[in-house]
């Protein structure tokens, strides 16, 4: 689908903390991707200058005819989850009929978003750029990466009888109509469990998802946010899931 055949407000989410090295980058992609696009960086107050630089891209691209670039500054870094939950919150605001969510590591090629925008725009409510999907890739990952990337998404689609193989993934659309009725403002997780709590929420409200695959290629400037943290709060947060589903499947024979 061509950029011009796509009628629905479409507005990028992208959190941010200390990505000096890689915004306007990212930026400039999108933009070449989705000119029509709106882009919403949300920073968590980066003590490298992030912001700074989104508000120069900002003022010195207003008169280009392309979507304007916007930056929601946030006081302190306090999750991803936080900043996802701040960012469609405004882009819903702006009058967003699909949010766009990718990372700002240039992790996720912006030559995929006419794909993920055109499976919602012609009638998906949700879909997810996919390193396991059939087609789906990763690049310049250590095995044991890979391996704990791999098992994540298999234990979260096992234990939570998801139909999708990448759970966990950073970079999807959503309708603005089934992100509202997922009621994702009460989503609790704060790393990146939140993608599989969000993933987990739209399945269970009956969303048609499509994966595209995709290339990941990890990044080359800055430092990943992954820790050990980060792993364990996905990992209880699955446990936790499957207990609430049993509980609510139990409520329901009674």
Same mark, same amino acid.
């Given at each position: 689908m061509s950029q011009a055949l796509f009628t629905r407000e479409i507005v990028v989410v992208?959190?941010?903390?200390?990505e000096a090295g890689n915004i306007e980058?990212?930026?400039? %992609?999108?933009? !070449? !991707?989705?000119?029509? !696009?709106?882009l919403l960086v949300v920073d968590d107050n980066s003590? @490298?200058?992030? +912001? @700074?630089?989104?508000?120069r891209y900002q003022s010195s691209h207003q008169t280009d005819g392309l979507g304007e670039v916007s930056v929601l500054r946030r006081s302190a870094k306090t999750g991803l989850g936080a900043a996802y939950r701040a960012g469609f919150t405004t882009a819903l /605001?702006? %009058?967003a009929e699909i949010?766009?969510?990718m990372d700002a590591d240039l992790s996720h090629d912006p030559m995929y978003l006419p794909a993920i925008v055109s499976a919602v725009?012609?009638? +998906?409510d949700a879909a997810l750029g996919s390193r396991y999907t059939p087609g789906g890739q990763i690049d310049n990952w250590p095995p044991l990466r890979r391996f704990l990337s791999r098992w994540g998404n298999r234990f979260a689609a096992g234990m939570l009888g998801l139909a999708i193989n990448d759970a966990? /993934?950073?970079y999807r659309a959503y309708s603005a109509l089934v992100l509202q009725k997922m009621d994702f403002a009460t989503v609790q997780a704060e790393g990146y469990g939140f993608q599989i709590e969000m993933t987990h929420r739209a399945v269970r409200s009956g969303a048609r998802m499509i994966e595209v695959p995709i290339l990941f290629t990890d990044r080359i400037v800055g430092e990943s946010k992954l820790n050990h943290h980060i792993i364990g709060e996905a990992f209880t947060l699955v446990t936790q899931l499957w207990f609430r589903d049993r509980l609510w499947h139990r409520r329901r024979r009674r």
């Open positions: 992208i959190p941010t903390y200390n980058k990212v930026l400039n %992609g999108v933009r !070449a !991707a989705l000119p029509q !696009a709106r003590p @490298d200058g992030t +912001a @700074d630089i989104v508000e /605001s702006m %009058g949010c766009v969510q725009e012609m009638g +998906a966990t /993934s950073g």
